[in-house]
């Protein structure tokens, strides 16, 4: 902001917009900023240096200060709530009137519930459970395990919200999403393992379970707590693309059968032959006789 007078700085600093209705004594100042290029619009009456122009951050801004009445939904507010990296292109606010097209921005003639809106960072966004349904019919279910997996809402709420916004188009495909996650996946991969286990009729298993060995607190993906068998999802990404990654995964796997586990391990090309992974799992518990231990239970299954 180099060059600006100090005002005028002074404000950008603390709010990263200026708004001409906010500060008329500096309108004729504000005037010769833009005809010389240092400032620019962000939305009409409300201005920001041009390098900030598209920032995420001064779009919030903008529109939070132009309509205080304004709600940030979408991906915006995921970034805000519970998904710190998803990229945001535009910036998308539910408004109580239309808006002209602005660049930067997508308006949306949309009422949201009170109970639905919270205040994060200054700004007045979706609850996260609101947030998570509403980029379910674009992000797919992968945003549901977002949401679980950040600890910003539980299936509980999930459930309570889309019930409380039944009267919205998608929410077939958003009940969808929350029945594939309702045995606490999270991942996609791992939704889709699920799906083929209750498909294939094969019941008894919990998520996520919680096994305390020496080495520390370790997590299955799918366990039968009886007989002591276990499924994992191993994904490239998260276990096999850097060599310390491998290697904490090995022995993870090792520790746990040294429990007394045992493991199937598969990938998420073995979830395009379900009947295969089937016959493997069902081919375990036939090889393994019932043992029951006394570990801690995870979520149900």
């Known amino acids: 902001m180099t060059g600006l007078p100090d005002p005028v700085a002074h404000i950008l600093a603390q709010r990263r917009v200026i708004g001409r209705r906010e500060q008329p004594e500096l309108a004729r100042v504000l005037d010769g900023l833009r005809a010389r290029g240092q400032l620019v619009a962000v939305l009409p009456g409300w201005y920001a240096p041009p390098e900030l122009r598209n920032d995420p951050w001064t779009l919030l801004a903008a529109i939070q200060r132009a309509d205080p009445a304004s709600i940030v939904i979408g991906r915006a507010a995921a970034r805000l709530t519970f998904w710190p990296d998803l990229p945001v292109e535009e910036v998308e606010a539910a408004v109580s009137r239309r808006r002209t097209r602005q660049r930067g921005y997508r308006f949306e003639k949309r009422q949201v519930d009170p109970v639905h809106v919270i205040r994060t960072r200054g700004v007045r966004v979706t609850i996260p459970a609101l947030t998570a349904l509403d980029l379910v019919p674009r992000l797919g279910g992968d945003v549901i395990d977002h949401v679980l997996r950040a600890g910003a809402a539980d299936l509980a709420t999930l459930r309570c919200v889309l019930t409380e916004t039944s009267y919205r ?10 029945l ?3 045995d ?10 699920h799906a083929i286990l209750r498909e294939a009729g094969i019941t008894g298993w919990v998520t996520n379970l919680r096994v305390e060995l020496e080495e520390g607190v370790r997590f299955l993906d799918v366990a039968f707590t009886g007989p002591r068998l276990g499924i994992e999802l191993d994904g490239w990404t998260y276990h096999g693309r850097y060599y310390a990654d491998f290697v904490a995964t090995m022995r993870r796997h090792t520790a746990i059968e040294a429990a007394g586990w045992r493991v199937l391990h598969f990938t998420a090309d073995d979830l395009d032959d379900p009947r295969w992974l089937i016959g493997k799992v069902r081919e375990l518990f036939r090889r393994r006789p019932r043992t029951p231990g006394p570990l ?4 149900a299954g």
């Open 169 to 178: 188009a998608g929410n077939t495909e958003r009940a969808r999403a929350l």
């Open 296 to 299: 801690r239970r995870g979520h």
């Open 180 to 182: 594939d996650s309702r």
């Open 184 to 193: 606490g996946g999270w991942s996609g991969g791992e939704r889709r393992l």
